[in-house]
């Protein structure tokens, strides 16, 4: 299987989709008029990698900023992710949130409600 | 007094970051958002009220773009859309602006109101609810945006209609963004 990577614009992350070795990663804004567009193809390649996944697979959020239609489609990545870590496999799940950044973690902490899955929130400096 | 010093007394008095009317299209939001950025940014504003206030001028912005993809208006209605960002000491102010048809209206009242009533505890447990099911949206009343906005105010959403005729009216809707956190009192 292929890794999907996409370069950010300035409304949409980047993606570092890592079939490899099992790393994902989401950085920058993600602020698209049409957030399924965006997310659609993100979602199936998660379903394509969920169907033989490496022993271990590492998700990393590093978001500035999202508007609420990415909020629902972050949240359909990580349904994916719990379903997989609900299947035996080893799912790690790391949320960057700038230290200043109240706001982001909340939602951090707020999708960790939701999905029973181990999300780890790792601060960094502004 | 010629329009230049009338422009000038009003950006000092009000201190406008920012005014645009016309048509939202997704380049045109970008470049707003970026403009407000800037400026902000430039002022040394704190990280988290920079972010506030993008969040909240995207996700208004995109209200009115969202708005006239699912019913479109007169083209010359469409291109009265505006935005104001003014600033004082004490906080920002982000106004948007567009028509609408009396029946959207209805719902779009009902919505914010029922918004402004929630404590914020509610707006998070609201919140959670749409998250998790997107289709409680509708029933609940509210749609995620205005909660989002909410939540991240914790200010009420102040709005006006203005009759146009009888088929439109002009929906004028404020957020503001404290600059200081309230201190607590005990």
New interface residues.
Partial sequence: MESLIIENT??TPKVFFNALNGKMELTGRS?P?NSFQFYEPLLQWIDEYSKSPQEQTQFSFRL??F???S??YI?GILKKLERLHLDGKVVKVFWHY?S?????LQTGE?LK??VKIPIEMTESE? | MSAIDRYYQLIQSEKILLTYKGSMDGETISFLVKLVEKSITEAGEKLAIRKKIVNILVESLQNILNYFAEESLDKSLENESFVIVTCTKQEYEITVGNYLSTQRMKTLKKRIDNVNMMSQEDLQKVYLDILENPKVSMSRGAGLGLIDMARRTQNKINYSFSPYDNDYVLFMMGMIINRVKDTVTI
């Fill in positions: 300035n409304k602020i008029e500035d900023y508007n609420t239609s909020s629902m949240l700038d200043e950044d109240e706001d982001m707020d409600q939701i502004g």
